[in-house]
Structures are given as structure tokens and as C-alpha cells.
């Protein structure tokens, strides 16, 4: 089946340090988004993306979409101790309508 | 407008003791799903439904039930708990157009079973 991996597991960055998370799927993905859990709370939906090497960004955050539609990225620039929490990419396949969450990387910033 | 709501939140259960994690949303959303994340770990859907009176199973639906009877409501059960049943579950809706709107998650119900 499906399956979404990322890389890294952990990531420990000093306060104004960069961050990024990668996200590779087993098959290709209609689309992927991206979803941010703060320790303790639920996940929240941040960005979604449809085409084939699209680049999206939110004030300090830019997500890539690979151009095979496989892969995908998180890039944080500055990192503040706010963006503290797990980072979860989530894609949906070419021939199913369910989300299939990766395995998260939990970021931590250190004032 | 409340978004999506999971009651209880908290709840220790005994083995073999069965109980019904409720689930509703107010955004008229036709798409609902049942996720739950054990520690550290990422989420594995358990049930999904994409309309009222319509449900199908997700990665991981031994041990559950659930049903849809109402486009606001998707509780699910838990029949005769077991250890590996402790996680956190989360209720997910999104839109009638499907998942690709992105999902909305409840707060969470945490349960332990001893």
C-alpha cells in the first residue's frame, strides 16, 4: 500500500536557525499537504499542494512539491520558538480519496 | 461555529470494557474520519465516511465500528477493549468536494485502557 516517509524523525534547531523537513511517498500523489501538531494538540492544516513542482510559501514557511509528485518540502526560515510542534505531510494517491499521513518530524527551537 | 467536537476527552477504560467515542461537526462537511496516533507516532486511519449512511474501513479497523447516521455525527465504538487500544483518537471532516480541502480535527479524545 501507500506508504509516506519523512525525514528527519527529530530536528533540534537554535532559535533563528533554518529548518527543513522532507517527505517522499511510496507512489505518486494527486496532491500533498501539510499539516502542523503543537505538543499536546491536534493537527492543523497549513497548505495544500496539486502541481507538479509548486512552490507555495507562508510568511517564513515554503513547501515544494516535487516534479515527479513523490516528494515534497518544508522549508522554515529564522526559526522562532512558535514553530515548535510536529510537522506532518499528508498525501493523497492517483487512485484512492484517502489521506495517508507521514510520519512526521518534530521540530524543537531552542530560545 | 464550533468546528468539529470529541467528547469525551479523556477516558481510562478496563480490558474488555467497551465504550463510544463520540464525534460531530457544524460545518455541514460530508466527509468524516476516524485517525488515531500512539506516542511519538504519526496518524493511521481506522474508519472513514463520505456521506451519511456510508462508511468504509481505513489502515487499521480491527477492534472498531463505526456508523453514520447523520452528516454531523460519526461516533465510534470500541468493542471489547484491549492495551493496544490506548492512543489518542482524532474525528478529521472536510469538505463535500473531499480531502483534498484539507481536514479539520477535533481536539482529541485520550484513552487509556488498563
Known amino acids: 500500500g501507500q506508504q509516506v516517509m519523512q525525514i528527519p524523525q527529530y530536528q533540534h534547531v537554535q532559535e533563528g536557525e533554518d529548518f527543513t523537513t522532507y517527505c517522499n511517498s511510496s507512489?505518486?500523489?494527486?496532491?500533498i499537504q501539510w499539516y502542523k501538531q503543537r505538543p499536546g494538540g491536534h493537527p492543523v492544516f497549513l497548505i495544500q499542494l496539486v502541481k507538479s513542482g509548486e512552490v507555495k510559501k507562508q510568511k517564513r514557511l515554503t513547501f515544494q512539491f516535487g516534479e515527479a509528485k513523490k516528494n515534497s518540502s518544508l522549508h522554515i526560515t529564522a526559526t522562532q520558538t512558535t514553530d515548535v510542534g510536529t510537522y506532518f505531510c499528508a498525501g493523497i494517491g492517483l487512485v484512492t480519496d484517502k489521506l495517508i499521513f507521514g510520519t512526521g518530524t518534530r521540530l524543537q527551537v531552542f530560545p | 461555529n464550533a468546528g468539529v467536537t470529541q467528547t469525551p476527552k479523556f477516558r481510562i477504560l478496563k480490558i474488555g470494557q467497551s465504550m463510544t467515542l463520540q464525534c460531530t461537526q457544524d460545518?455541514?462537511?460530508?466527509?468524516m474520519y476516524w485517525y488515531r496516533q500512539d506516542p511519538g507516532m504519526g496518524l493511521k486511519l481506522i474508519y472513514y465516511?463520505?456521506?451519511?449512511?456510508?462508511?468504509d474501513k481505513g489502515e487499521v479497523p480491527n477492534g472498531y465500528n463505526v456508523s453514520r447516521s447523520t452528516t454531523e455525527d460519526f461516533p465510534l465504538r470500541l468493542e471489547l477493549a484491549a492495551p493496544s487500544q490506548t492512543s489518542v483518537y482524532f474525528c478529521?471532516?472536510?469538505?463535500?468536494?473531499?480531502?483534498?480541502?484539507?481536514?479539520?480535527f477535533g481536539s482529541g479524545t485520550r484513552l487509556t485502557v488498563v
Open positions: 465516511s463520505v456521506g451519511a449512511g456510508i462508511t
Open positions: 460545518m455541514n462537511h460530508n466527509y
Open positions: 507512489t505518486t500523489l494527486s496532491n
Open positions: 478529521a471532516s472536510s469538505p463535500f468536494s473531499g480531502p483534498q480541502d484539507g481536514y479539520t
